[in-house]
């Protein structure tokens, strides 16, 4: 079928449309949502700088390759409900994607408008189909024929296995999804915050999963509550393991256990999935003091400043490369900025010192400089002798990094792992044949889209293990 | 997954017995085992020690002391109404050794937590020794089940109403020394787990200590759990919750478990205003 040329005149020359924010005065005092997206002609506008490109290599660069060009040019028409029926070919999370997703990484930065201008925003467009749509949401719940096909187990219930989910129930298997935690999302629900991402949003998107049949168990853990090899026995014929990478690694420093010492895991479990910051409404409480180090650079490392300020504590971020070396998302670094997150570039927390009741109430640090790349190609930072120097501190988050959650594997030890990570063949499939793993098991700690991808990746294969595709796939091969 | 609950029994004072339907924890649990809980949808998540359970009735039991929020709002729970989650069998099971002669002691609701220990210690062949604790005669609990595996039971009270007068821990000095017993289990509150390593050290004694800090999701993912083992940052939900008692720093564990005694508080008190207690 010949592209019907736009009916529109493209206009890339035009400014990008920004964001609306919430005021940084008022975001310190709130967990309201940040970024207030589109309005409707803000979004037209955005749509129509969208060239329609002959080879629309947005669409190439987005794992998931939601069809951008096309639900674009359904917004520049005025047609809302139109693009998100385009997304959701691909996508059921265009609400969660449009929010967190590191698109500057993927489409947008392959967007040609990016070339000359600033490239077409995609990610906040996508948010604008998915937040019109919302109320329309309900109105499709229920109506989805129930899935009859072979059962499959997904363990874990992040990004990777929600996106499995949804291939795998619209070919019409049984799926059912198990998750360790008492809430639904993965690192979605525990760890980013909600005035980044709204829970109403991820409720409803994973609603829309229950709605087309997916069956979702909370409070179980696979490896403890039962075996890869129970559920095999239970009749599931093919198992994802999208566990996650959860275990969150330690400074190693002296101090490291006096009371006010977190993991960003803890920090952000106890604030977001348990409510803490609604304390003493809800029942579990925080301990944020007057000054508040968070250690590290990336996602986590913002949010946990950002709810700091929040809850009404100053905050320096302390990270041992430079503002470039920041692995965060532009958008969150620049906020957290805005918010008033004090940063200390090339510094590097070598001890904590409390008082009489265990307290933490001091960091000692010392000063870095980039020295050789390292195998990442990276500058690595080295300590500057006799640098050292020190802050206040009555509260520390250690943001620096996580590794796969080990539950599982330890109960399978037959499962080959690297380094704690999961090992995988090109269609997904790990060591024991129809369990297949993915999204930051496999890779260490990575991003939401990319978990996607690899969710994606897997559902494809479960399918074709189950359905024989792959057998005759390989019979032509050989 | 949501709970039922099957019976509940009053065992002393402020104890609580609660059965609870868990078909696929009562398969798969060994002693030494936790689960945890969320008794109401916005409750806080807290750790139990799985106490028992029935094969017929696919159900595991708790006992818990009600002594803050969650606890409270556990017990006040009724057969027929559910625990609105429950996870498990999280932990590591506690090591049992065979053919020995070995020490159970716990003081508190630590006395339901040992019944299982000292049951796997029965069967595995050992001569069980049980040392247990409580404030006075009304509050000892579960008598008759421990003295069911325990080759000798003695209890100690702090009140002298039954057994021996003092605590636990100088019942133990009164009855044993340096080679009494090659392996044992404490359970109990901190400064009585700490006062019973104490005590053993140098006695040629395996003495396994059941922790109880502070926990979150029980499952790895945050680190809340932390304690020192031998200079070893352990995550006790994991690792755990059974350590050396002879290399936990127990001081440190004392601390970090009162991190939030004062937000427990106004937290309790919130309720008290808006008249839920
Ligand atoms: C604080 C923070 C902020 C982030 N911000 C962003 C961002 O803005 N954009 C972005 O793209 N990426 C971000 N990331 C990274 C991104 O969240 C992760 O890469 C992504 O969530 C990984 O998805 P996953 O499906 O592999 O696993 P996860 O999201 O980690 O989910 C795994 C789930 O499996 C469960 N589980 C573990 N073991 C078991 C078991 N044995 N049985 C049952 N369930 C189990 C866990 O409880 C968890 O819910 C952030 C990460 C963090 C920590
Ligand atoms: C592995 C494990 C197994 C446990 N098994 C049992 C059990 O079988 N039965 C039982 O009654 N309790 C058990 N506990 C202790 C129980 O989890 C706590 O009593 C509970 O978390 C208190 O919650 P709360 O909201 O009622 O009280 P809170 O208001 O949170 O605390 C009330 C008081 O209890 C203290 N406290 C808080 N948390 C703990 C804790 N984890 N351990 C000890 N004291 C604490 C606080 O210092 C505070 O002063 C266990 C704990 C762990 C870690
Ligand atoms: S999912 Fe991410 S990469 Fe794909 S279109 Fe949306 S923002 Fe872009
Ligand atoms: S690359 Fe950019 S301009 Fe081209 S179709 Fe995609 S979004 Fe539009
Ligand atoms: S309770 Fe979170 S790691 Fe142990």
């Given at each position: ?33 940040v ?67 590191q698109?500057e ?91 980044r ?97 968070v250690?590290g650079g990336g996602n986590s490392a913002m949010d946990?400043a950002r ?10 971020i302390?990270y041992?490369r430079g503002r470039a070396e920041l692995k965060a998302r532009l958008e969150e670094i620049e906020h957290a900025e805005e918010e008033g997150v004090r940063f200390?570039f ?133 | ?277």
């Amino acid at each position: 079928m010949p592209a019907s040329p736009p009916k529109y005149k493209p206009n890339p020359k035009a400014p990008r449309q920004p964001l609306p924010l919430l005021d940084p005065e008022r975001r310190r005092r709130t967990a309201d949502e940040v970024a207030l997206g589109y309005t409707a002609e803000q979004a037209q506008m955005e749509a129509q700088r969208c060239l329609q490109c002959q080879k629309p290599v947005c669409v190439e660069a987005c794992p998931l390759h939601i069809d951008i060009k096309r639900f674009i040019l359904r917004i520049a028409e005025g047609d809302f409900q139109g693009a998100h029926d385009v997304i959701s070919e691909q996508s059921p999370f265009p609400g969660v994607c449009g929010r967190v997703c590191q698109h500057e990484l993927f489409c947008e930065s392959a967007c040609v408008v990016g070339k000359k201008w600033d490239p077409v925003a995609i990610g906040s467009l996508e948010r604008f189909a998915a937040d019109h749509a919302r109320l329309r949401m309900k109105e499709l719940a229920g109506s989805y024929p129930k899935p009859t096909g072979r059962k499959v187990a997904l363990v874990g219930s992040g990004p990777a296995s929600l996106i499995a989910a949804y291939d795998l129930v619209r070919l019409n298997y049984r799926v059912t999804v198990f998750e360790a935690l008492h809430k639904l999302g993965g690192v979605m629900a525990y760890g980013i915050p909600n005035f980044r991402l709204p829970r109403e949003i991820l409720e409803e998107e994973i609603a829309r999963l229950q709605n087309m049949g997916v069956e979702f168990v909370p409070d179980f853990i696979v490896g403890k509550t039962a075996t890869l090899e129970d559920l095999f026995e239970e009749g599931y014929e093919a198992i994802f393991i999208g566990t996650g990478a959860g275990l969150p690694y330690l400074m190693g420093i002296p101090g490291e256990n006096l009371i006010g010492v977190y993991t960003a895991n803890e920090f952000l479990t106890r604030v977001n999935l348990m409510e803490a910051f609604k304390f003493p409404e809800s029942p579990t409480p925080v301990r944020v003091g007057r000054h508040t180090v968070v250690v590290g650079g990336g996602n986590s490392a913002m949010d946990a400043a950002r709810w700091a300020v929040r809850l009404g504590s100053e905050v320096t971020i302390l990270y041992r490369r430079g503002r470039a070396e920041l692995k965060a998302r532009l958008e969150e670094i620049e906020h957290a900025e805005e918010e008033g997150v004090r940063f200390e570039f090339l510094a590097a927390p070598v001890a904590l010192y409390g008082d009489d009741n265990g307290c933490v109430r001091e960091m000692e640090c010392i000063r870095m400089e980039l020295g050789e790349p390292d195998e990442s190609g990276r500058r690595a930072p080295v300590p500057v002798p006799g640098s050292e120097f020190r802050i206040p501190a009555d509260t520390v988050v250690a943001a620096i990094g996580q590794a796969p959650n080990p539950t599982l594997q330890k109960s399978t030890p037959q499962l080959v792992t690297k380094r704690g990570k999961i090992v995988i063949n090109d269609w997904g499939e790990t060591s024991i044949p129809n369990v297949f793993a993915g999204g930051d098991v496999v890779r260490g700690g990575s991003t939401v889209i990319l978990a996607m991808k690899d969710g994606r990746t897997a559902a494809r294969a479960i399918h074709e293990a189950l359905s024989g595709a792959r057998e005759s796939r390989e019979e032509v091969q050989a | 997954m949501s709970a039922l609950i099957l019976d509940k029994r009053q065992l002393a004072p402020e104890i609580t017995l609660l059965e609870v339907e868990a078909p696929r924890i009562q398969k798969r649990w060994r002693a030494g085992q936790f689960i945890i809980i969320r008794p109401l949808p916005h409750s806080e998540r807290i750790p139990l020690t799985i106490v028992d359970s029935s094969a017929e009735r696919g159900s595991i039991t708790m006992v818990i002391q009600a002594v803050g929020k969650t606890t409270r709002e556990a017990v006040a729970l009724e057969p027929g109404e559910s625990i609105c989650d429950l996870v498990g069998p999280l932990g590591e099971p506690a090591e049992i050794c065979t053919g020995e002669r070995v020490l159970c002691m716990a003081g508190g609701v630590g006395v339901a937590e040992l019944l299982p220990v000292a049951r796997a210690y029965k069967e595995a062949g050992n001569t069980v020794v049980a040392l247990c604790g409580a404030r006075s005669d009304a509050y000892r609990i579960l008598d008759r089940e421990l003295r069911e595996c325990a080759d000798e039971l003695h209890w100690a009270t702090d009140d002298g109403s039954y057994g021996f007068h003092g605590n636990v821990v100088q019942l133990l000095l009164s009855l044993a020394g340096p080679g009494s017993f090659a392996e044992g289990h404490v359970i109990g509150p901190i400064p009585m787990m700490k006062a019973a390593a104490e005590a053993t050290r140098g006695w040629g004694l395996k003495l396994h200590a059941s922790l109880n800090p502070i926990m979150i999701d029980g499952t790895g993912m945050c680190g809340g759990c932390r304690v020192t083992v031998g200079g070893q940052v352990r995550f006790a939900c994991v690792d755990g919750p059974c350590f050396d008692a002879h290399e936990v720093d127990f001081d440190e564990m004392t601390r970090r478990n009162r991190a939030y005694r004062d937000m427990e508080l106004e937290a309790l008190k919130h309720d008290c205003r808006l008249g839920l207690h």
